[in-house]
């Protein structure tokens, strides 16, 4: 059965750093691409990023690019994702989610329940 | 980057009634790279519709899918009271991915 558990969400003041998990189980998690996927309270999901499955791919939204970064340890079977500079807008539940496809056109079939990053002074 | 708008906002019907949901692309999809979620209130999504019309692994034939281009439809045959939830669609063939705002079907 696949897993998918994030944690590290939490309060944190405007220019901040913050790092999110993505525990996985259940399947190979090595042969995966990993994405997250934010929701602000209240509104729609918006992609944030991606990780190939062997690391050597990474994409990010305009929106956190140079800010975000992403990378996973396939010995842990989970992904992180390291937010620094953090805005008021990066308010949001924060999901991780299984891909199927190519690294840059995937479908999400599993996702974590989510991890909640509220950023205010 | 692939812009989709879904129609309409909200969707308020009865149990037993077929809801039909839109969802328009700002440029053609390719090869149908169009999918189809379900999120309740405190969940995450859940995968129904990939390919823009094969049914997610677990999901029952009253939900079906259609449409190509910049055209997809979701509908969902007869509402049970499981089903009133947000609905969103998302676009995976051309980067970066994007979903829709959401359509929320609610009892009436």
């Known amino acids: 059965q696949v897993h998918l558990v994030e944690s590290g969400g939490g309060v944190v003041q405007p220019g901040r750093s913050l790092r999110l998990s993505c525990a996985a189980s259940?399947?190979?998690?090595?042969?995966?691409?990993i994405h997250w996927v934010r929701q602000a309270p209240g509104k729609g999901l918006e992609w944030v990023a991606v990780?190939?499955?062997?690391?050597?791919?990474?994409y990010f939204a305009d929106s956190v690019k140079g800010r975000f970064t992403i990378s996973r340890d396939n010995s842990k079977n989970t992904v992180y994702l390291q937010m620094n500079s953090l805005r008021a807008d990066d308010t949001a539940v924060y999901y991780c989610?299984?891909?199927?496809?190519?690294?840059?056109?995937?479908?999400?079939?599993?996702w974590g329940q989510g991890t909640l990053v509220t950023v205010s002074s | 980057e692939i812009v989709l708008t879904q129609s309409p906002g909200t969707l308020s019907l009865s149990p037993g009634e077929r809801a039909t949901l839109s969802c328009r692309a700002s440029?053609?999809?390719?090869?149908?790279?169009l999918a189809w979620y379900q999120q309740k209130p405190g969940q995450a999504p859940r995968l129904l519709i990939y390919?823009?019309?094969s049914r997610a692994t677990g999901i029952p034939d009253k939900f079906s899918g259609s449409g190509s281009g910049t055209d997809f439809t979701l509908t969902i045959s007869r509402l049970e009271p499981e089903d009133f939830a947000v609905y969103y669609c998302?676009?995976?063939?051309?980067?970066?991915?994007?979903f829709g705002g959401g359509t929320k079907v609610e009892i009436k």
């Open positions: 259940g399947f190979t998690f090595s042969s995966y691409g």
């Open positions: 990780i190939s499955y062997d690391e050597d791919n990474k």
């Open positions: 989610a299984k891909a199927v496809g190519a690294t840059q056109r995937g479908y999400f079939d599993y």
């Open positions: 390919g823009a019309s």
């Open positions: 440029q053609s999809v390719s090869s149908s790279y």
């Open positions: 998302q676009q995976y063939g051309t980067s970066p991915l994007s």
